[in-house]
């Protein structure tokens, strides 16, 4: 019996075994408190989480103290949101109809609490406009999010050029780049941003740890804590640190950083040979986001004719999804399919629609496995439309 075989990276990532190497030690004999820093232990701890800062800042070419370290990019996103509105006048947010809910949940809390909302359309390959966002910049606009690199169809935004709008502006750019690390190049000096979220564990680190990068020159972004109690990392994250899962995190940034190149090419390879032969096999198939820009493993498709619940359940030997993972477990209508155009939400245009199938392909995949993934994948599909 073989393995199953994990395509959904988009969902999270394995840890990398060199990085549990580096955290051991921490969830071991280094157990200090980097708070404690009137012992070795504790100075220890201090010292892990320091460096770890540095890899992390690196890797997205920030200053080691604009890094504030979190439990994932969710609770970074919420930061930048609710964090940047505390304790100001209600005034004016900009994102895209295809954010991750912790963008746009916050942004709908916000907009509950006398803020207004500008919420900008996706073209039909999920990509905004930058002359969009100009057009919704006023006076009154303090934030512009928009994520880097969306999670359930791989489309990668035009960062810079959006970054170079909002600099004409007053407002503040702010990046959730969870899917983008280590996958592609983060400039945040290059692209204009003043907040940027990460997450440890879509990039082979921990779960339960992430970052928010919060600018402090030119011009400096002041925030308030989400909530209150200990006044760790610069008072916006109050609790005793997660010194192994920082040290995870660490590590994995230093060590995509290091491999994203040979890395990028070799998940290209493998995603085109998927898509190929899917696309060889089976008719009715459609690829969701943009043909190029996007992330380099990552394969978006509808299939007409399937039931999306029948398929995923059918394929017992490959770990896919039918979109994002991030709110629940069911399948339903994804509202970054509708923003692009791709399905409706009930009725006849999502029968016509039939399934999504997200799959995205990462550092421990091998072409053996993409072969037989392609296999129980054509097959199930082919099942499943016999019995129509």
């Known amino acids: 019996m073989l393995p199953p075989i994990y395509l959904d990276h988009h969902a999270t990532t394995p840890l990398d075994p060199r990085v549990l190497e580096g955290m051991l030690p921490f969830l071991r004999e280094h157990f200090g408190n980097a708070a404690s820093r009137n012992h070795v232990f504790g100075r220890h ?3 892990a989480v320091e460096e770890a800062r540095e890899r992390v800042a690196q890797a997205i070419g920030a200053r080691d103290a604009e890094i504030v370290f979190t439990a994932g990019a969710s609770e970074a996103n919420a930061l930048a949101l609710l964090g940047l509105a505390a304790g100001e006048a209600a005034a004016h947010l900009v994102t895209s109809a295809i954010e991750h809910p912790s963008v746009l949940d916050n942004a709908r809390r916000l907009e509950r609490a006398g803020w207004s909302l500008t919420v900008l359309p996706v073209d039909r390959f999920g990509r905004v406009d930058p002359e969009d966002v100009r057009a919704a910049l006023a006076p009154h606009t303090r934030l512009v999010s928009v994520m880097a690199a969306n999670n359930e169809v791989g489309t990668l935004q035009p960062i810079a050029a959006i970054g170079a709008v909002v600099r004409e502006s007053a407002a503040l750019f702010h990046v959730d780049a969870t899917q983008a690390l280590g996958r592609v190049p983060i400039d945040v000096e290059a692209s204009g941003i003043d907040l940027l979220s990460l997450s ?5 680190g921990p779960k339960g740890v992430g970052a928010l990068y919060r600018r402090r020159r030119p011009r400096r972004v002041r925030l308030g804590p989400l909530f209150e109690g200990g006044g760790q990392e610069d008072g916006l994250r109050p609790g005793t640190l997660n010194v192994p899962g920082i040290v995870g995190m660490g590590l994995a940034c230093e060590l995509a950083m290091a491999e994203m190149p040979a890395e990028s090419r070799r998940l290209l390879a493998l995603r085109q040979r998927l898509q190929a032969r899917l696309l060889r096999e089976l008719d009715g198939l459609q690829l969701n986001g943009h043909p190029e820009q996007r992330l380099a493993g990552s394969l978006h498709l509808s299939l007409a004719g399937v039931d999306p619940d029948a398929l995923l359940l ?3 030997d490959v770990a896919a999804s039918a979109g ?3 709110s ?12 692009i155009g791709r399905t409706g939400t009930t009725g006849a ?9 997200r799959l995205c392909v990462g550092r421990f ?11 129980c994948i054509v097959e199930r599909v082919r099942a499943l439309r016999r019995a129509a």
């Open 45 to 47: 701890a201090a010292a």
């Open 200 to 204: 440890a564990h879509k990039a082979y």
């Open 314 to 316: 059918g394929l017992e």
């Open 324 to 326: 994002s993972a991030c």
């Open 328 to 339: 629940t477990g069911a399948v339903k209508p994804s509202y970054v399919l509708q923003a």
């Open 349 to 357: 245009a999502q029968a016509q629609q039939g399934a999504a199938l």
């Open 365 to 375: 995949n091998t072409e053996d496995e993409i072969d037989r993934a392609a296999q």
